[in-house]
């Protein structure tokens, strides 16, 4: 009886050693599995724009976003025009999202009454294995202010302008992001009044920032490089300053900018304020998720 009980008791000794080692074995894999699994950082950006320039973020798959854009005249005008705000152009989008990953819009902007369709691709996100987001982005424009009584020889493609752009971002930190965004913008039809030329074909450098300043607020920055503006032009590169507020299932967006349009187009080349000179409007952006 007595080496029956021994025998017993080394048995559960012995099994109960090896379920440890065993835990550990797995454990340890659990844990290496784990740091080889890819993480994906926090989104670089909250809002589908930094100020004017278009950011990485996509709406999941199944949101629905409103976003109203109002840009107001010239703070320069004084008090004459209420510092802009007797003047406005308003912009309505429509977001959505069919697919994860990819974001279709329509959108109706008040400056030169242009009618806009864009769609938004990514490509990738930033994560343990990748060190940006990756996003491509495209948009058509069609100038619906254009009269035909001015330009005999209209056609419905004159009307058009096209932008294409490659962002790439990256959150540097828990409280900065960074994004660079080379653009490409076809006009097919210019005023030379007001481009100096025929630039038809216009090849620009983005760059864009936030910082997370507290819980639910941050300073944005965003600011285009024309390589093909002439000397001649009176537009200039656009340079848009914001604050983002967080509320709930909105976001707030105040900003001052020297363009007055806010569709990708007008506002990447037909910047006619000028910061040096006070000339630049305010405006906002009211984001709303369904």
Known sequence: MHTKIKYFFAFLIAFTSISSFAQDDLLDELDNETKNAKQFALPAFKAMQIGNLQSTKIADKGDLYLIVSHRFGSLKDGIDEFFGLDQANTKIQLAYSFWDGVQLSLSRDSFEKTYSGTAKVRFTKQSTKFPLNL??????????????????????????????????????????????????????????????????????????????????????????????????????????????????GHVFQLLFSNARGSNDSAFLTKAQGDWGKGDISFGFNVVRVF
């Open 135 to 248: 996003v491509g982005y495209a948009s058509a424009d069609i100038n619906s202010e254009i009269k035909k009584a001015n330009y005999p020889n209209l056609k419905f493609g004159d009307r058009m302008s096209y932008t294409m752009q490659l962002l790439a971002s990256r959150r540097v930190s828990k409280n900065f992001s960074l994004e660079l965004a080379p653009s490409f913008v076809r006009q097919n039809l210019q005023d030379l009044n007001f481009t100096g030329d025929r630039t038809h074909n216009q090849f620009l450098m983005g760059l864009g920032g936030r910082l997370k300043v507290s819980k639910r607020m941050s300073l944005n920055l965003d600011y285009a490089y024309n390589f093909n503006k002439h000397k001649d032009s009176k537009y200039n590169n656009p340079l848009t300053l914001g604050i983002d507020i967080e509320t709930g």
